[in-house]
């Protein structure tokens, strides 16, 4: 990073180099949001309006927002999805659970009741500013849809990661049976 001279595209490059996570843990949830990213987008046909990486401002830092705001871009109005993303480093040892469980699957119930309108409202003006990311046929139809008054729908989405060797039906079940305060629906990836 240090044998980059300045320059624009060279100085972005730096930048972005300069606030990858070095800390193990750091580097499991962001890989675990750019995964999901990707699923959602690929997989889901959903589009991403912004990623809560994209507000990092240092190595081994994470914002206290939703992990991906997303919208339905076959809806009518815009829908938005509001995407919470947990990740596990777990591998499968010797036969003993994981315990996803109790660890990144409640996580994702425990997350989604702490976001409040408040973080809402944060995420949403975020998304106003990051339209000018957005395919040109979208802009106008997303930012008519984050008006006050449009009426958009909002849902919520919880995305987990896990290594395939550490699933287990018995421990999924708790992301069908948890309640939860807010109504959303969980992809297992």
Do not use: W
């Amino acid at each position: 990073m240090d044998d980059l001279r300045a320059g624009y595209f060279l100085t972005a490059v730096k930048d972005t180099l300069a606030k990858l996570p070095t800390s193990k843990s750091f580097q499991t949830s962001h890989f675990g949001e750019i995964v999901a990213g990707i699923f959602a987008e690929e997989v889901l046909g959903l589009r991403r309006l912004y990623s809560k990486l994209s507000l990092l401002s240092a190595e081994n830092a994470n914002p206290y927002k939703m992990d991906l705001v997303l919208y339905d871009p076959d809806s009518v109005p815009i829908k938005f999805i509001f995407g919470e993303v947990k990740c596990s480093p777990k591998v499968a040892a010797d036969g003993l659970p994981t315990k996803h469980d109790a660890s990144c699957f409640s996580d994702l119930f425990n997350s989604m009741n702490k976001y409040q309108s408040s973080d809402r409202n944060f995420d949403l003006a975020a998304a106003r500013d990051n339209l000018g990311n957005i395919p040109t046929g979208d802009r106008d139809r997303v930012r008519d849809a984050l008006k006050p008054y449009s009426g958009s729908e909002v849902g919520y989405a919880g995305f987990v990661i896990i290594d395939t060797s550490t699933f287990d039906l018995g421990e999924a079940q708790v992301l069908r049976t948890r309640k939860n305060n807010k109504e959303f629906e969980v992809d297992l990836v």
